[in-house]
């Protein structure tokens, strides 16, 4: 950050008399770009991550010496069995099992949590109106509606997507809701000085404005419905990985439970790194100087 | 008839709280606020008219009603002959924090007024392409308003509210979240906008020196509720940028004179 004219020759730079542009230039800006410049992810960000799993990994190991397996596997041994689960329990398919009705549980709660939460924020009474019952839902254990779900859908499928809809909803709403309330009036008014109609200020304004917020209650509501599912196939009709918990579970297969938990846990951290880098896709603006 | 009447334009805010004096007192209830009283004023085309006054004078409800954000109670505004009553096509707004969508590209906010009025996307592109260029920022097209110096957006809120081609345009304390440079370029090169484009300006700041640099006639307010107590029209040598105007006599003498009345009226 500097007056220096001839530092940063870069492609699409405009040849300025203006210091202030020169002063402004955002050093990642040329800093990404830049083919074989630095590295895509400094060791300073990936270092301490990798120094605690290390660290994990190693206390694991100690531990798991001064304990029989049941009780405590060490290491090696749970990834092992978590090579088991794929090769001779099928894990695959209890996965895919799985992984369907979270799909159909937040392929429903996504769109209807978005859009009520838009009406909340935009109308006053819509947002009185269902106040009371966003913070039920928000205090409830939702746990407690599973011998009514039982009740009203059975223990199958639809009863699994009703409980996963239930407990991803509350973070769609409240955050889609946050996003428009946010909303700063100097944009609206910005908006409408130069003319935004109904339609373009909820398709200009509002709604771009609300994408970081969506996008937030969105992983949040991933986090939820993980959970959400893994325990409705340990309730409902047992299926899927919740089968494989309590099947190996009852069968002392320690290693395999924790396994289990290894792979869910691993697949959380996987959607919700696929989550942020779509709101970097999505939300470009939001982006932050990484370098520094 | 071409140009900007405004006809004894009057305006307050109702039950304002920030007026109950006697919120806690004998008085019932709570009070209007009585911000602008019967603003009378006119812009010939291609003029620069330039309001200032002490802060709370209501200059700045005087621009959004001008630019059909507020409505008058009493009084009009008329532009070209046909009364300001809502936005419209042919006015534009710069604001004093440039109010810029985060969330579009240095070219997508200038490009923001051309689609609200529907014009088709190749050519407002070009437009909006062009009006970048001309406020110096070509080559930083695809940048968001967060990378970019408070310089650089004010040029974008310039950018956006030429690329209408208004034939009014408002200015809300555009250069007053500048530092003191970047502010005394800009105004140098709106004065070379404005030798080009020959807009109808009208230009609200609480900086005498940039009123008097800027503008053909000031208007001075008074407290609130603001009224014209003073309307000068400087001449000074042109192009205005060419010569150092701060060092013309009559230049401090006008100052002195408009200080004179706003201090005073503040104290």
Known sequence: ?292 | MPGLRVDRVSKAFRGSPAAGAGRNGGETGRRDLRVLHEISFAVQPEQIVGIIGPSGCGKTTLLKILAGLETADAGAATLNGSAVTRPRPDIAIVFQLFNLFPWRTVLGNVEFGLQMQRVPAPERRERAARLVAMVGLAGFERYFPHQLSGGMQQRVGLARALAIDPALLLLDEPFGALDYQTAERLREELLKIQSQAAKMMVLVTHNIDEALYLCDRVLVFSPRPGRVTLEIEPRFPQPRWAHDIYAVPEFTRLRAEIKALVMGAEA
């Open chain 1, 1 to 292: 950050m500097s007056d220096q004219p001839g530092a940063v020759p870069a492609s699409g730079r405009p040849a300025a008399g203006h210091h202030e542009i020169e002063a402004a230039r955002p050093r990642w800006a040329s800093g990404i770009r830049r083919p074989g410049g630095r590295p895509l992810i400094p060791a300073a960000a990936w270092l301490p991550t990798a120094g605690s799993l290390l660290v994990f990994l190693a206390v694991w190991q100690i531990l798991s010496r001064f304990y029989p397996p049941i009780l405590l596997p060490g290491p090696a041994a749970t990834f092992g069995a978590l090579w088991d689960l794929f090769a001779r329990d099928n894990l695959a398919r209890a996965f895919a099992t799985s992984i369907q009705s979270l799909l159909i549980g937040l392929g429903l709660a996504i769109p209807t949590g978005i859009v009520l939460g838009f009406l909340a924020g935009v109308s006053r009474p819509v947002e009185r109106a269902i106040g009371p019952f966003l913070d039920a839902l928000y205090v409830t254990p939702k746990i407690m509606l599973i011998p009514l779900f039982i009740i009203w859908f059975g223990v199958g499928t639809e009863a699994r997507i009703a409980y996963i809809f239930v407990v991803s909803y509350f973070p769609l709403v409240v955050n889609t809701f946050a996003g428009v309330r946010s909303m700063r009036d100097e944009f609206t008014e910005t908006a409408r000085a130069f003319l935004a109609g109904p339609l373009e200020m909820f398709r200009d304004v509002y709604l771009p404005g609300s994408i970081p917020f969506i996008v937030a209650g969105i992983r949040l509501a991933l986090g939820h419905a993980i959970v959400g599912m893994i325990t409705a196939e340990m309730f409902l009709a047992i299926v899927g990985l919740g089968y494989m918990v309590v099947n190996f579970g009852n069968r002392l297969a320690t290693a395999k439970v924790l396994a289990l938990a290894i792979f869910v846990s691993l697949f959380g951290v996987a959607v919700t790194e696929l989550v942020k880098w779509s709101e970097h896709r999505l939300a470009p603006w939001t982006r932050r100087d990484t370098s520094s």
